[in-house]
Each structure stands twice: as C-alpha cells, then as structure tokens.
C-alpha cells in the first residue's frame, strides 16, 4: 500500500510539473491558508519523517492566506521535506 501511495504521488507530481511547463500554473488558484498548506505537506510524507526520526511541529503564526494551487504547494513541500528526511547529512 505504502508504495502505491508513493507511486500515486509521483504521478500527481509529474502532472503538476507538466501542468506547469504547459503555462497551466496560473489556473485553478484559490485562497488557503498557509497553515494548513504546511501541515497538508507535512502529513503527506509524515511515514518518511517519522522513519528518518524527524518530528515537526507547526506553530502558527498570524493568519496568513495565499492564492495558490494547493495541490502544487503541497506537493512542492512534501518533495522538500521527502528530501531533507532522505539526504539531508545527519538527516533531520
């Protein structure tokens, strides 16, 4: 299950990418808050922090609202944090 999870997020990743190189980026924007941004990656790849012994804890700030693509924002920070819990030295 784990790896059809993870093979489903690279195929979402790579459509976004492609969606981004086609100039679709602007499209299907809407406001979201950056919080729950941040903990939509976070929970994402919560297995791959929790295997590297990473725990993050999110601390909201003030209230703070952009107009992306959720599912691109998402996706871009669950790659980072994949990363960093991968390669990152001494891993996080």
Same mark, same amino acid.
């Given at each position: 299950?784990?790896?059809?999870?993870?093979?489903? =997020? #690279? !195929? +979402? @990743?790579?459509?976004?990418?492609?969606?981004?190189?086609?100039?679709? $980026? %602007?499209?299907?924007?809407?406001?979201?808050?950056?919080? =729950? #941004? !941040? +903990? @939509?990656?976070?929970?994402?790849?919560?297995?791959?922090?929790?295997? $590297? %012994?990473?725990?993050?804890?999110?601390?909201?700030?003030?209230?703070?609202?952009? @107009?992306?693509?959720?599912?691109?924002?998402?996706?871009?920070?669950?790659?980072?944090?994949?990363?960093?819990?991968?390669?990152?030295?001494?891993?996080?």
């Amino acid at each position: 299950r784990e790896e059809t999870g993870r093979l489903a =997020d #690279l !195929v +979402e @990743s790579l459509l976004a990418l492609a969606r981004v190189d086609g100039g679709g $980026a %602007g499209e299907g924007r809407r406001e979201r808050d950056v919080t =729950d #941004l !941040v +903990e @939509s990656g976070i929970q994402r790849e919560s297995r791959t922090l929790a295997a $590297a %012994g990473c725990a993050l804890e999110v601390v909201p700030g003030p209230a703070a609202t952009v @107009s992306v693509q959720p599912e691109l924002i998402t996706a871009a920070l669950a790659n980072l944090l994949r990363n960093a819990a991968t390669h990152a030295p001494g891993r996080p």
